[in-house]
């Protein structure tokens, strides 16, 4: 089985603050993670993904995200939010060691950057 | 390159109607994909297709029914519409044997059920 949590519902920051956004998963094999983003009104955009390799992860919008596999965790980050980062977050997770394909996602965190 | 079609965008049902929710990709992606997102509950998957011909049940399955007509299009239905389908519909698919694992998403069709 596999799951993904995103503890906060929200999370506020000022613009030119670094931000993070909070991931932590269970899964029995190696975990594949993955990053994406809703703009309001939108479908989701892929942001960056963790499946082997260097722990720190880069993407798009100068987000990246940092694979911990002792906390199990992937939380999501940037030096310096801007207001147009606003949006909702969503972390997910499969198994990379055979069993499903089929990703779980967590339940979102809506990012809010203030002026 | 229009990545992940759907159509309608916007649709109003009475209790009791059907429709069909229609899904296209570009991509050459094996696979495709339906889930519903309703406030606070993330994404739920309805049902997946892991490849033409092909299709599973995924979390929340009741109450609808698909078709993968062709390696581009999959379709949702809602046989008889009712008011705990008011929801948002998103389409995505995937090409899980290139090694992009990564799912590409669609605009969504915002229901309503009446």
């Known amino acids: 089985a596999q799951s993904v949590a995103q503890p906060e519902d929200q999370v506020n920051v000022a613009e030119g603050n670094p931000l993070t956004v909070k991931c932590t998963y269970s899964?029995?094999?190696?975990?594949?993670l993955f990053w994406y983003v809703q703009y309001p009104n939108r479908g989701l955009q892929f942001l960056l993904k963790?499946?082997?390799?260097?722990?720190l992860v880069k993407g798009s919008y100068g987000f990246e995200a940092e694979f911990n596999k002792s906390q199990t965790s992937f939380h999501l980050k940037k030096p310096s939010a801007l207001v147009s980062d606003s949006a909702l977050y969503f972390c997910?997770?499969?198994?990379?060691?055979?069993?499903?394909?089929?990703?779980?996602f967590g339940r979102g965190t809506s990012l809010i950057v203030h002026p | 390159n229009a990545g992940v079609t759907q159509t309608p965008k916007f649709q109003v049902l009475k209790t009791g109607q059907s429709m069909t929710l229609q899904c296209a990709q570009d991509m050459n992606h094996n696979s495709m994909y339906w889930y519903r997102q309703d406030p606070g509950m993330g994404l739920r998957l309805i049902y997946y297709?892991?490849?033409?011909?092909?299709?599973d049940k995924g979390e929340v399955p009741n109450g609808y029914n698909v078709s993968r007509l062709n390696k581009r299009e999959f379709s949702l239905r809602l046989e008889s519409a009712a008011p705990s389908q008011t929801s948002v519909y998103f389409c995505?698919?995937?090409?899980?044997?290139?090694?992009?694992?990564?799912?590409?998403f669609g605009p969504g069709t915002r229901l309503t059920v009446l």
């Open positions: 963790y499946i082997t390799g260097d722990n």
């Open positions: 899964v029995s094999g190696n975990p594949y």
């Open positions: 297709s892991a490849s033409e011909g092909t299709t």
């Open positions: 997910a997770v499969r198994d990379g060691q055979g069993g499903s394909y089929i990703p779980t």
């Open positions: 995505a698919s995937s090409e899980t044997a290139s090694g992009i694992y990564e799912q590409f």
